[in-house]
Structure formats: structure tokens, C-alpha cells
């Protein structure tokens, strides 16, 4: 496999670990978000999956974003009447946001983007070397 096409991988991945940690910031930013309408929907959890696409051109499997879908799981009631998104009964649903959930997921993100810069760093190192090999 040549240079170029390991670089483009790599690219990919990291292109697709970059949607994710903007979509885990989301979740975290809007983890506290209710609804502003009495006994509306509060903000719902963002996921992102991950598809293989070949690209012809190149002839390499590259990682793309398939979808990014809302998290349909229960949500939480906490009491807190003075919100306006209060129910009749005070009640106010609260996002299906976990903190420490999304933090796990952001530093599997960022490892897995790391490692993608790791390889291009490499792979760029290889080449470097083997120009200065052919030189001399």
C-alpha cells in the first residue's frame, strides 16, 4: 500500500472522530437543558455511528459518519417547580445525558484520533526516510 493511501485512511478516521467529540461536547454542553414549554421534551442525547465506504478513486475502505440519531432511552423527572418547563405537577424532565457516560466516550474519541495522527505521522516519517535513502 502506498503512502498517500494510508494517509487517506487515517484522514478518514480522524475526520470521523472530529463529528463525534463535537457531538459529545453537545451532549455535554445541553446536558442540563430542559424543555421551556410546561412538560415539553427536554434535550435528547446524540449518537453517532461509523460506516465503511470504498472510494473508488483510491481503492481504500474509508470511515465515515453513517448517521447521527437521537437517544430515545427514559428520561428522568426531577421536581422543580420554579422551572418553566415544569409540569402541572412540578415535575420537569430532565436530559438522557450522562456526564460521566459522554466523558468516557470522548476519551475513547480522542485516543482513537490520536492514533489516526499517529499513523500519518509515521507514515509521513517513512517517506521522509526513504527520499533521504534514495538521495544518498
Given at each position: ?10 484522514a ?55 448517521k ?69
Amino acid at each position: 500500500m502506498d503512502f498517500g493511501k494510508i494517509m487517506q485512511i487515517s484522514a478518514s478516521g480522524m475526520n470521523a472522530q472530529s463529528v463525534r467529540l463535537r457531538t459529545i461536547a453537545e451532549n455535554i454542553a445541553n446536558s442540563e437543558s430542559t424543555s421551556t414549554a410546561p412538560g415539553g421534551d427536554p434535550y435528547r442525547r446524540k449518537l453517532v455511528t461509523f460506516k465503511e465506504v470504498f472510494d473508488k478513486t483510491a481503492g481504500v475502505n474509508e470511515v465515515k459518519i453513517g448517521k447521527v440519531t437521537i437517544d430515545n432511552s427514559q428520561l428522568e423527572k426531577r421536581y422543580d417547580p420554579q422551572n418553566p418547563g415544569a409540569d402541572k405537577d412540578g415535575y420537569v424532565l430532565m436530559p438522557n445525558v450522562n456526564p460521566l457516560i459522554e466523558m468516557m466516550d470522548m476519551r475513547q474519541a480522542q485516543r482513537s484520533y490520536e492514533a489516526n495522527l499517529s499513523v500519518i505521522d509515521v507514515t509521513r516519517s517513512m517517506a521522509v526516510n526513504t527520499v533521504n535513502l534514495l538521495k544518498g
